[in-house]
């Protein structure tokens, strides 16, 4: 069974750093996309970005290329979100998803919610 | 301001059918880029409901359909239920952002 385990809510103070994890089993981590998306409070979905774990391959969003850093560790089948100085407007769900870049996104995570408060 | 426009609601009785659109443009759906749609309920994570413009995972019951034309794409529901009361998103790749868009989402209320 495919599944992408997400770790817990966070709660940081805006210029903390900040890495969130996206755990997968049940098929080969090495071979498919893992994207990122976030959702802002009340709101839709946004792409972020997204990684190829096989090689590590990233491409990002615009909008949010040079805000946040995705890399990927294969020998723990784990993807990550990284960010280096968080701001308030950061607050948000995160979704990972296994995706590729122009494809569906089949199986989700079930999202980590980071708080940006001072 | 989304690359791939929804409509914010629709709302539709029960038993009836209701259409989502998404408009796009050349750079997306109009470059022949697919088109997946989700379905999403308060507090939970998007579930992939079509993919491919036009396939329903295993699971998707098939009162649910997709569809595309030029730089457009609908999710019709037939036999509109309660249970169907949710967000819904679609997604394409574009171009110009070299990267995959969502469009803003619809809210479906079932009256």
């Known amino acids: 069974e495919v599944q992408l385990v997400q770790s817990g809510a966070e709660m940081r103070k805006p210029g903390e750093s900040l890495k969130i994890s996206c755990k997968a089993s049940?098929?080969?981590?090495?071979?498919?996309?893992i994207a990122w998306v976030r959702q802002m409070p009340g709101k839709g979905l946004e792409w972020m970005g997204i990684i190829y774990p096989g090689d590590s391959d990233a491409t990002y969003s615009p909008s949010f290329q040079g805000q946040v850093s995705i890399s990927a560790d294969k020998s723990m089948n784990t993807a990550y979100l990284r960010w280096s100085s968080l701001k308030a407007t950061d607050a948000a769900m995160y979704f990972c998803?296994?995706?590729?870049?122009?494809?569906?996104?089949?199986?989700w995570g079930q999202g980590t919610l980071v708080s940006v408060s001072s | 301001q989304s690359v791939l426009t929804q409509p914010p609601s629709v709302s539709g009785a029960p038993g009836q059918r209701v259409t989502i659109s998404c408009t796009g443009s050349i750079s997306n759906i109009g470059a022949g880029y697919e088109v997946h749609w989700y379905q999403q309920f308060p507090g939970t994570a998007p579930k992939l409901l079509i993919f491919?413009?036009?396939n329903r995972p295993s699971g998707v019951p098939d009162r649910f359909s997709g569809s595309k034309s030029g730089t457009s794409a609908s999710l019709a529901i037939t036999g509109l239920q309660a249970e169907d009361e949710a967000d819904y998103y679609c997604q394409s790749y574009d171009t110009g952002l070299s990267g995959s868009v969502f469009g803003g989402g619809t809210k479906l209320t079932v009256l």
């Open positions: 049940g098929y080969s981590f090495s071979n498919y996309w």
């Open positions: 998803a296994r995706s590729s870049p122009a494809a569906q996104a089949d199986y």
């Open positions: 491919a413009n036009t």
